[in-house]
């Protein structure tokens, strides 16, 4: 039930709804602003948010809510979904691949940006064109979240070869890294203890007033 009404959600008389518009707009404002300024590069950034989009957007179109469809309007759904993946391959070849501090990052250039613009009237235009050919309220605009995590994904798959082939390391993972920070520190804590679990004598506290110099500060 709960799921039927979040899909309910995503149209309003066929036409996507503000709740839609808003995780469209959010998701690729997000991406804006984080790749602008230049992001560590790795997979999890690469397609995490696509496949979300994805998900959520083939389950727009497939769930008991979905607005029905005739052939003009999937036709109208299949060139959109088609000139986002285009304008997707176009964005991933002209981002910036850079090292900083031995690991590879990635930053979009006026020209990525001009990309996404490029897709925005292109929907735009598609939504007017879709009216014009009396296609149902909202033909043109019919799968826009599938339509941006496709164009996402499509950049992944041109960001993916282009970073392995410039020899640098993807970024870590912030979570493997704290993960990674973690299990060292536990390792130093009972390094000397012989196994028995305990801490070694030199990593005690001593009275509450001091610590051993092998001892980390967090934060």
């Given at each position: 039930m709960a799921g039927s009404l979040t899909l309910a959600a995503l149209h309003v008389g066929g036409v996507p709804s503000p709740v839609t518009?808003?995780?469209?707009?959010?998701?690729?404002?997000?991406v804006l602003w984080s790749r602008l300024r230049g992001q560590p590069l790795n997979a999890r950034r690469l397609l995490v948010l696509p496949v979300v989009l994805t998900v959520i957007g083939v389950a727009d179109l497939t769930g008991s809510s979905a607005p029905?469809?005739?052939?003009?309007?999937?036709?109208f759904l299949a060139a959109g979904?088609?000139?986002?993946?285009?304008?997707?391959?176009?964005?991933?070849?002209?981002?910036?691949?850079?090292?900083?501090?031995?690991?590879?990052?990635?930053?979009?250039?006026?020209?990525?940006?001009?990309?996404?613009?490029?897709?925005?009237a292109a929907k735009l235009a598609l939504a007017g064109?879709?009216?014009?050919?009396?296609?149902?309220?909202?033909?043109?605009?019919?799968?826009?979240?599938?339509?941006?995590?496709?164009?996402?994904?499509?950049e992944a798959a041109v960001v993916g070869p282009r970073a392995l082939s410039t020899g640098l390391?993807?970024?870590?993972?912030?979570?493997d890294a704290a993960k990674s920070w973690l299990g060292r520190s536990r390792t130093d804590l009972f390094a000397g203890a012989g196994g028995s679990g305990?801490?070694?004598?030199?990593?005690?506290?001593?009275?509450?007033?001091?610590?051993?110099?092998?001892?980390?500060?967090?934060?």
């Open positions: 518009i808003l995780l469209g707009v959010a998701a690729v404002g997000y029905r469809l005739s052939r003009t309007d999937v036709g979904v088609a000139i986002s993946v285009v304008l997707g391959v176009a964005r991933g070849a002209t981002i910036d691949l850079y090292p900083n501090g031995g690991e590879l990052w990635q930053r979009y250039r006026p020209v990525t940006v001009v990309a996404w613009v490029t897709l925005v064109t879709a009216s014009v050919a009396s296609a149902s309220p909202g033909a043109g605009t019919h799968g826009l979240l599938l339509s941006l995590g496709a164009s996402l994904i499509a390391p993807f970024a870590r993972d912030p979570k305990r801490p070694s004598a030199a990593c005690r506290w001593d009275n509450g007033t001091s610590r051993s110099p092998r001892s980390r500060r967090i934060g």
